[in-house]
């Protein structure tokens, strides 16, 4: 049980810590950041597999902060 927990908080901490970067380095340039994560993990309600990905903010050159992420295999 303690495993389980341990595991989702450290799943949890890494999708917030990679929408946080995305966001803030969205923030400094309007490209998408690419990402290697090596472990499967959950986005919302949405379980995404090890491997590339790519992020980056839907509207560039607006204030809001919403993100697209796209599977690179």
């Not at 995404?48 to 690179?72: C, H, M, T």
């Amino acid at each position: 049980m303690k495993k389980k927990i341990r595991k989702a908080f450290m799943m949890m901490s890494l999708t917030a810590t990679l929408l946080l970067v995305a966001v803030v380095s969205g923030k400094a340039q309007s490209n998408a950041l690419r990402l290697t994560i090596p472990f499967d993990f959950t986005v919302g309600d949405r379980r995404l597999p090890a491997g590339e990905y790519i992020v980056g903010r839907i509207q560039p050159n607006s204030d809001e902060n919403f993100l697209w992420i796209k599977f690179n295999g």
